[in-house]
């Protein structure tokens, strides 16, 4: 199958792009490495660097002609998206409603889409969140990727080209870059390969869904012959806390340096978890990797 990646030089999307090799695929990326790394591409892959608002980016699709689009390229900052919500949804919205359009001219069947769980709900009404929970986001960045799944809903109608949207909890693992913002894991991984103190926020014990990236990949790859029409959390159904990633990723590395409390981010959701009984009912998908296992390969890939 010939299968067009957006963001395939990213964290998640460079392990989703070994997926597919890895089950025969031919595989095309498109990334312009704003935050992707040109290492993060598997060498049997086709890394085109550009970005999704080129001009360029017609013809790629024109050639490859592919028939399955997964798109994860994305301003994924909600700090950025705050500071510049126009920039963000040119990105998040519009970039997503140009990828439909190219994917439907190309002839393509269908197009998987990375949403986020994490914040297109808001605020939840109830624990774990399903699919039916209201929409509400509390920041630009779910606004915008909320925005981009109805594009690609609006493509399948009007066009009638097949899709899967999957909202993801906290994803974590190798190539996710410590610098700037990131998840936990690799903030606190980096801080602790320096000897430098990890400042957790608040009290530590805010509650989040926290995933690891081959888990992510799999569900990516049950994608490509099930699941049309599919909209599906994407997390382990149940929440871990900061103070317990510290002290399991301390073990892991062998660290010595004790953590220190800052105060609570402005804003954050303190509990947060994904109800995950869709995307098993439907494309028979479950997290496989335990978060402790997940901690050990992510420390295993830094060495």
């Known amino acids: ?9 990213g964290f998640i999307g460079s392990h989703i792009v070994e997926a597919y090799l890895a ?4 595989v095309a990326v498109v990334d312009n490495l704003a935050t992707g790394r040109r290492s993060n591409v598997d060498r049997r892959a086709t890394l085109h660097e550009v970005d999704i608002h080129s001009r360029e980016l017609e ?5 490859f002609q592919p028939e399955v689009v997964n798109h994860h390229a994305a301003q994924a900052s909600v700090k950025v998206g705050q500071a510049d919500p126009v920039h963000d949804l040119e990105i998040n919205g ?6 439909a359009r190219l994917a439907v001219a190309a002839g393509a069947r269908k197009i998987i889409y990375a ?9 939840p009404e109830c624990l774990p969140v399903t699919e039916d929970h209201p929409i509400a986001p509390r ?9 981009g799944e109805l594009y690609v809903q609006l493509a399948a109608r009007t066009a009638g ?87 399991v990723l301390s073990e892991a590395m062998g660290n010595t340096v004790e953590s220190r409390n ?35 390969l992510t420390v295993d890939s830094l060495a």
């Not at 920041?139 to 925005?147: I, L, R, V």
């Open 1 to 9: 199958m010939r299968i067009l990646v957006t963001g395939g030089a």
């Open 23 to 26: 089950e025969g695929h031919e």
């Open 59 to 63: 013809h790629i699709f024109a050639s």
């Open 94 to 99: 519009g970039g997503t409603a140009r990828i």
């Open 115 to 123: 949403s986020s769980g994490g914040t297109v709900y808001g605020e």
């Open 139 to 147: 920041s630009n960045y779910g606004t915008s990727k909320y925005t």
């Open 161 to 247: 080209i097949a899709y899967t949207i999957f909202r993801y909890g906290n994803a974590f693992g190798p190539r996710q870059d410590p610098h700037g913002e990131a998840g936990v894991v690799a903030i606190f991984a980096g801080l602790m390969l320096a000897g430098r103190p990890c400042t957790i926020d608040g009290d530590g014990e805010q509650k989040k869904d926290y995933l690891y990236v081959g888990d992510i990949a799999r569900a990516n790859v049950l994608a490509l012959t099930a699941g049309d029409g599919l909209v599906a959390n994407i997390g382990t159904g149940e929440g871990t806390t900061v103070n317990h990633i510290f002290h």
């Open 262 to 296: 800052g105060p609570p981010r402005p804003g954050d959701v303190r509990n947060f978890w994904l109800d995950c009984s869709l995307a098993k009912a439907k494309l028979g998908w479950q997290p496989a990797v335990s978060f402790e296992e997940g901690i050990r």
